[in-house]
């Protein structure tokens, strides 16, 4: 009969229940910076859409905000247009480059301190330790059965894992409204349907990934660790347990009793107690580790008792393992962190960055698109003139309302006029006043002589009358009919 | 193949047993919850199956206890549409046609409610956009009006249509079939034909024009007017620019005097309700040739204007 660890037999279990993982709690240099990080985090996040920004009386003065209705993007001083979404585009290819960066410098980082999965899942831990307590005594509670006390106990919690899930699923809906605003309609019952409907989405999974699922999102769920393994190289840095130096293991008792039998591995398991994904990071690299080092702090902590030197579990690259293994010294993290390597995927991101700012500042911030009117293509005057019918579709980008004028180029003897205006009125240069932060279309007619080439490429340009005086220019085709009729 | 089944060294996990090149895959029990996924997953369809249309049937798929159908969703968000659209269609109702282009809000909606109403009932003779099809159906677009281009004229056109033999008020006039009912003979209609070409500046001056011109006076020149300047009053077209409906070379003048076509619409005022018409006069009137100044009617006309009616 084969018994549920045995993997192995004919008999071997398909399905896996998850073991409970209850890290301890530790503290050290790496406890510390994650705390720094998941800080830092937590606050842009939660944060960042009651931030103000003054853009004048014609644009939301949130800082950051993603207007869907009115398909804008703004981020402090810059603000995104629909057309101009090669710029979110340019920002999610320097994050994928950034995570190549980061990957191949300093491994699974990302993973270990910045992920949200990470973040919240050490959020909800550290909710557990403060209901229930340390490790023990949630194991114990785990284990136990269901008394009075575990069951105010749990409903406590998963009321603060609520609570904590409710929050991010509000705080993500201030990113597409103003926040105050929303916020006030959101309790007052004013809010759309989707707002609702996003939060309680939210609520959920925050609830159900951050309080219950945890790492098994890491390993079973997320493609960014399968991903990483490809990226990584033996130059990059690892949370590695030096075997050489450790093994065999054997505790401070025997190793004194057998002088020089054993390593320095005192087998006191607390890398394992300390881990938030329950591995052993003693087994070599696995991709269940996300390398947030608190098994290194846990380590240097235990090796700081006995006496012996720190980094039993440090981390350290796959080729300065094999030069430590041969008795030799490891690179210094400097060299492994700027290698060529990392250097070309920090060149290219910075290139992405500066290309991007640099055409943010040349941009100009009046646009013009014209479509030549194709039913009918041309119309025969009754004086001989030939009309062609353009759309203008005039983007002011600015906040402020302006005024532009419309000329053409490149077509002798044509006349504008606007629906507004007529024939009669018609002249060689137009004016028109366009509305702050819009799109404004304006179907132009064009007047020219009968007698031409059946097709001509000519110029309709706009500039601006007030202030930026740049503009922009289309070039179309004007028509006449073939057979000169 | 179970019986390649092995210990992987490195994990201490059985392999599956295949073995592709050396490269074999471990027997990784899967995670519980992704167990209680697929569970959940087969009581969501079983629930679906009951509530919306799911089974295939002979005529029809099975219901579905909601009753729900992509159609009725369809009617609903119509409905909904036609609410929203209330306000804006009851005041293009209420604004005089003629007021419209003073309040660009609602001549842009009424505009486009044209242009949506052009689309399913105008383009299958005026064409896309109002282009009209060259010697059978007029262009809207242009600048010539046989019965007037201004919003009034258009309106009355769409709602009465043109030569209705059922309708007291429709538009209607008649060119004589000059060749074909013997009127004027072949070398008469030649040279009306160069008189005509000559007016309208596409031929110079001749005897044979010269010929025309008297003809003109005394067959044409009644609806046509004496200068050819055309006669809106009864859908007579200026016969002095350079816009032909059907065709202004020698060939088809000859054609039209000959035996003309009379071409006919039908009156729109008693299928389209009057919001729709009135909109489809402002689309009509959008489309590049609309005239402000209002053409004369016959009850003017008759109160002393010239007979061409022409400013």
Redesign the interface.
């Known amino acids: 009969m084969a018994s549920p660890d045995d993997l192995t037999g004919e008999n071997g279990p398909l399905y896996a229940a998850r073991k409970g993982v209850y890290p301890k709690k530790v503290d050290g240099p790496f406890r510390r910076f994650k705390w720094v990080i998941m800080g830092i985090t937590l606050a842009i996040y939660y944060g960042t859409p009651w931030i103000r920004w003054d853009r004048g009386p014609y644009a939301p003065d949130q800082a950051v905000l993603v207007d869907l209705a009115n398909r804008r993007f703004y981020m402090f001083q810059i603000e995104i247009w629909p057309h101009e979404f090669y710029y979110v585009a340019g920002l999610l290819i320097m994050a994928g480059i950034g995570l190549f960066l980061v990957t191949s410098g300093v491994g699974r980082a990302w993973c270990g301190y910045a992920c949200p999965q990470t973040v919240w899942t050490d959020l909800f831990q550290h909710v557990d330790r403060l209901v229930d307590g340390d490790r023990n005594a949630q194991v114990r509670l785990a284990n136990g059965p269901w008394t009075g006390e575990k069951l105010v106990k749990r409903g406590f919690k998963y009321a603060i894992y609520l609570a904590i899930a409710f929050w991010t699923g509000g705080a993500w809906i201030m990113y597409f409204a103003d926040a105050p605003t929303l916020t006030i309609d959101f309790w007052s019952g004013q809010a759309a349907p989707i707002a609702y409907g996003t939060v309680a989405v939210l609520t959920a999974t925050t609830f159900i990934l951050g309080g219950f699922m945890r790492e098994q999102v890491c390993i079973y769920m997320c493609p960014w660790p399968r991903i990483q393994t490809a990226m990584m190289d033996e130059k990059s840095l690892l949370v590695t347990y030096k075997d050489w130096r450790g093994e065999p293991r054997g505790s401070v008792k025997k190793a004194q009793a057998h002088p020089g039998a054993f390593g320095d591995c005192v087998d006191c398991n607390q890398c394992v107690a300390v881990c938030p994904t329950g591995i052993d990071i003693r087994e070599g690299p696995q991709i269940g580790c996300i390398t947030c080092a608190l098994c290194i702090d846990a380590c240097d902590d235990v090796m700081g008792q006995v006496g012996r030197p720190r980094g039993l579990i440090d981390y350290c690259t796959l080729d300065d393992a094999a030069v430590e293994k041969a008795g030799g010294v490891g690179k210094p993290v400097r060299k492994t962190l700027f290698r060529p390597r990392t250097l070309a995927y920090f060149g290219v991101w910075c290139a992405i960055g500066a290309a991007m700012l640099f055409s943010l500042g040349q941009r100009t911030r009046l646009d013009l698109a014209v479509q030549h009117e194709r039913s009918p293509l041309y119309v025969q005057l009754s004086d001989g003139h030939i009309r062609n019918n353009y759309t203008l579709k005039l983007r002011n980008m600015e906040t402020r309302p302006r005024r532009v004028a419309v000329t053409v180029d490149g077509l002798a003897g044509a006349a504008l006029w606007t629906e507004a205006g007529s024939r009669e009125t018609a002249e060689q240069r137009i004016e028109i006043a366009l509305a702050p932060d819009s799109v404004t279309r304006v179907r132009l007619f064009v007047a020219a002589p009968g007698d031409g080439p059946a097709r001509q490429d000519f110029t309709i340009a706009t500039r601006g009358l007030d202030g930026d005086p740049r503009g922009d220019s289309d070039i179309i085709q004007f028509d006449r009919p073939e057979d000169g009729q | 193949m179970?019986d390649r089944k092995r210990?992987d060294e490195a994990t201490?996990?059985?392999t599956v047993g295949h073995e592709w090149d050396g490269i074999e895959e471990l027997?990784?029990?899967?995670?519980?919850?992704?167990?209680w996924t697929f569970y959940a997953s087969i009581v969501w369809a079983a629930g679906y199956v009951v509530i919306y249309p799911a089974w295939p049937m002979l005529n029809s798929a099975t219901q579905g206890v909601l009753g729900w159908s992509s159609r009725s969703d369809l009617e609903r968000e119509m409905q909904a549409h036609a609410v929203r659209r209330a306000p804006i269609t009851n005041a293009i109702a209420a604004t005089a046609l003629t007021d419209l282009p003073t309040k660009p809000e609602l001549m842009q909606a009424a505009v486009q409610g044209g242009a949506a109403a052009f689309r399913v009932h105008c383009v299958q003779c005026h064409?896309?956009?109002?282009?009209?099809v060259k010697k059978l159906y007029p262009?809207l677009?242009?600048?010539?009006w046989l019965w007037g281009g201004d919003l009034t004229s258009i309106e009355y056109t769409i709602a009465h249509g043109i030569r209705n033999p059922d309708h007291q008020a429709t538009r209607v006039s008649q060119m004589p079939a000059f060749g074909r009912d013997g009127i004027l003979d072949a070398a008469q209609i030649a040279d009306v034909v160069s008189h005509v070409r000559v007016i309208s500046k596409q031929e110079k001056p001749s005897a044979a024009a010269a010929r025309g011109e008297a003809l003109f006076q005394a067959n044409c020149a009644v609806c046509h007017g004496s200068t050819g300047a055309g006669d809106r009053t009864v859908g007579a077209p200026?016969l002095t620019?350079?816009?032909?409906l059907y065709g202004?070379?020698r060939d088809s003048l000859t054609a039209t005097i000959t035996q003309p076509r009379n071409g006919v619409m039908p009156r729109w005022g008693h299928r389209l309700d009057p919001v729709t018409v009135k909109m489809l006069a402002t689309y009509v009137y959008?489309l590049?040739?609309g005239e402000?100044a209002p053409a004369p009617t016959l009850a003017s006309v008759s109160e002393g204007q010239g007979a061409d009616g022409q400013p």
Do not use: H, N, Q, Y
């Not at chain 2, 620019?241 to 032909?244: I, L, N, T, Y």
């Open positions: 179970a210990i201490g996990t059985s027997d990784t029990p899967m995670p519980r919850w992704w167990l064409g896309a956009g109002g282009a009209g262009s677009t242009d600048d010539d200026k620019d350079a816009v032909w202004g070379d959008s590049g040739g402000k």
